[in-house]
């Protein structure tokens, strides 16, 4: 199976802060993998696919990039509803494995 | 606008069965396209992809559970289902029901908990 480790596993961050969050695969996945937003007691939601691609509806200051093992998830001017769990997914391989995740709370 | 949810007993023996459906509105199971997929939360935990189905019935199964779990399909009904057998506390979680593309997963029913306990 392929490993996909995030880091930090929490964060703490103002309104208005620029946040990175960092996902490793434990191999090449070229660049497929996803991001997903959850919040508690809901169901995750798609931010982006594909490393960098925007899933429509979400807003701009999401953005994703990197290949192969290495991978970012940046959010520009933190907005109170962006407070939440992220995790990273890899769709290269079955069993498509998720990231542990990255607790993003209010400082 | 593609919804999904789940239903089933929330409570269930351990060494017994699990068995949930997902109900599909807003798009036809039969369109194809998509896989139709179920994955599973422990109680403050990461996400487990647990399988996917085609409307045709092929299946993908996570090999950590292959043994105990079948996904089925009745596009009739535009339902899919999931059966776990022999459960253990360890098979408690929230179970989500999910339509993927072939990279991603673009929506998600809202979930439903599995205790399972005697």
């Known amino acids: 199976d392929i490993q996909m480790t995030q880091s930090p596993s929490s964060l703490s961050a103002s309104v208005g802060d620029r946040v990175t969050i960092s996902c490793r695969a434990s191999?090449?996945?070229?660049?497929?993998l996803n991001w997903y937003q959850q919040k508690p007691g809901k169901a995750p939601n798609l931010l982006i696919y594909?490393?960098?691609t925007l899933q429509s509806g979400i807003p701009s200051r999401f953005s994703g990039s990197g290949s192969e093992t290495d991978f970012t998830l940046t959010i520009n001017s933190l907005q109170p509803e962006d407070f939440a769990t992220y995790y990273c997914?890899?769709?290269?391989?079955?069993?498509?494995?998720f990231g542990q995740g990255t607790k993003l709370d209010i400082k | 606008q593609v919804q999904l949810q789940e239903s089933g007993p929330g409570l269930v023996k351990p060494s017994q069965a699990l068995s949930l459906t997902c109900t599909v509105s807003?798009?036809?199971?039969?369109?194809?396209?998509?896989?139709w997929s179920w994955i599973r939360q422990h109680p403050g935990k990461g996400l487990e992809w647990i399988g996917n189905?085609?409307?045709?019935?092929?299946?993908f199964y996570n090999p950590s559970l292959k043994s105990r779990i079948a996904i089925s399909v009745d596009t009739s009904k535009n339902q899919f289902s999931l059966r776990l057998t022999s459960v253990t506390a360890a098979d408690t979680a929230v179970y989500y029901c999910?339509?993927?593309?072939?990279?991603?997963?673009?929506?998600w029913g809202q979930g439903t908990l599995v205790t399972v306990s005697s």
């Open positions: 999910a339509r993927a593309m072939t990279t991603m997963i673009d929506y």
């Open positions: 807003g798009g036809s199971i039969s369109s194809g396209g998509y896989y």
């Open positions: 189905i085609y409307y045709s019935g092929t299946t």
């Open positions: 191999q090449s996945i070229s660049s497929y």
């Open positions: 594909a490393a960098s």
């Open positions: 997914q890899q769709s290269y391989s079955s069993p498509y494995t």
